[in-house]
C-alpha cells in the first residue's frame, strides 16, 4: 500500500490537468517529496505546547470522525514549485509574480484536490481517512501566544514526516528547497515512519546552523523578516492585504501569495551547503520545533 500511494500522488502530480497553468501550460508543481510520520508521535503532543493547546493531534481530530476512530499514519507530501515559476518571482522585489500568484490560487486548489482524491484512494482501499486542512474541526487562531495559528499545521506534520527543517522565516526548507505547498492526510494504514535525519529542528536554515545568509530578510518588502525571526502579523496584512489589493485583479486571482523570502535565496530549491552538515549524528533529541 505504501508503494501504491507513493505511486498514485506522483503519477495525479505529473498528469492531473488541475496541476497545469491555463493553456496548455506547464506545471505549478513538479515531483513530490513524500513522507510518513506515526499518528501517535510525541511530537505532535509536543506542538500543543510549541504552538498551542488547540492545536489538534491526529487522535483528536480522529475522535470527531463519526464514528470516531484510531489513526496510525499521517502522510505528508512537499510540491515543490516549478522552477519558471521560482525564476519569474526572483526578479520581483515588491509583489509576486503573475506565475506565482497562480500557482498560490489554482495549485493550492490543486493541492487541496489531492488531499480528497488520497482520502478516496484510502476509503476504496478500506481505510478511514481524512485531510486535517478540510476537517470541520480545523480552526484558524489569528490571536494566539505565537501569532496567527491554527488547529493543525502542515509544516509541523511535515517536519514531523521527515520532509525538512524550519527556517528563518517560519517555512520548511526541504531537500528540495523551501518554494513549495504542503499537504497532509491522517488514516488507520499503519505505515512505517520516515527518519527524521536532520540535526535539528532548523539545521537546513544556514541562518540556524551557523549565523550566516540571512538572505530571506533582505528579500521581504516590508520588514517582517529579522534576525529575531518572522513577524507572522506584518507578514499576513501584507500578504492577505496589500498584496491581493495592489495585483489581485491584475493576475485574475483573489489569493497571490507572496513568495519573496522564498526565492533568490539559497534555500530556494535546495538545502543550501555550509560548514556544518545538517544531517545529525544521532537522532535528535529534545527537539522543539518553531511554531
Not at 505504501?2 to 498528469?15: G, K, S, T
Not at 525571526?229 to 483573489?254: F, L, Q, S, W
Not at 534555500?267 to 544521532?282: D, F, M, N
Request: charged share 20%; glycine share 10%.
Amino acid at each position: 500500500m505504501r508503494e501504491a500511494l507513493c505511486q498514485m500522488i506522483e503519477r495525479l502530480v505529473r498528469e492531473e490537468p488541475g496541476n497545469r497553468f491555463p493553456g496548455e501550460g506547464g506545471p505549478y508543481f513538479t515531483e513530490p517529496l513524500i513522507g510518513f510520520a506515526a499518528a501517535d508521535d510525541p511530537l505532535f503532543t509536543q506542538y500543543q505546547t510549541v504552538i498551542g493547546p488547540f492545536h489538534l493531534t491526529p487522535t483528536e481530530l480522529a475522535q470527531h470522525e463519526t464514528p470516531p476512530w484510531q489513526p496510525a499514519t499521517v502522510i505528508c507530501w512537499a510540491l515543490p514549485i516549478s522552477e519558471e515559476t521560482r525564476r519569474s518571482n526572483r526578479t520581483e522585489t515588491i509583489y509576486p509574480s503573475r506565475a506565482w500568484a497562480l500557482t498560490r490560487q489554482h495549485g493550492e486548489a490543486f493541492n487541496s484536490a489531492l488531499r480528497r482524491q488520497v482520502v478516496q484512494f484510502l476509503v476504496d482501499a478500506g481505510y478511514q481517512a481524512f485531510a486535517p486542512q478540510l476537517h470541520p474541526a480545523w480552526r484558524e487562531y489569528p490571536d494566539s501566544p505565537v501569532g496567527i495559528a491554527s488547529s493543525w499545521s502542515e509544516r509541523h506534520a511535515a517536519y514531523a514526516a521527515g520532509l525538512g527543517t524550519f527556517s528563518l522565516n517560519d517555512a520548511l526548507i526541504t531537500p528540495r528547497g523551501i518554494a513549495h505547498r504542503l499537504g497532509s492526510v491522517v488514516t488507520d494504514l499503519a505505515i512505517e515512519p520516515s527518519a527524521r535525519p536532520w540535526r535539528d529542528h532548523r539545521s537546513n536554515c544556514l541562518w540556524y546552523r551557523e549565523g550566516s545568509c540571512g538572505a530571506c530578510i533582505g528579500r521581504c518588502p516590508v520588514g517582517a523578516l529579522s534576525k529575531e525571526g518572522h513577524d507572522k502579523a506584518i507578514c499576513r496584512g501584507y500578504v492577505y492585504g496589500a498584496v491581493p489589493e495592489a495585483v489581485g485583479a491584475e493576475y485574475g486571482v483573489t489569493s497571490t501569495g507572496c513568495g519573496l523570502c522564498q526565492t533568490k535565496v539559497p534555500c530556494e530549491g535546495r538545502i543550501p551547503a555550509g560548514k556544518v552538515s545538517p544531517l545529525a549524528v544521532k537522532p535528535p533529541e529534545g527537539e522543539s520545533p518553531s511554531p
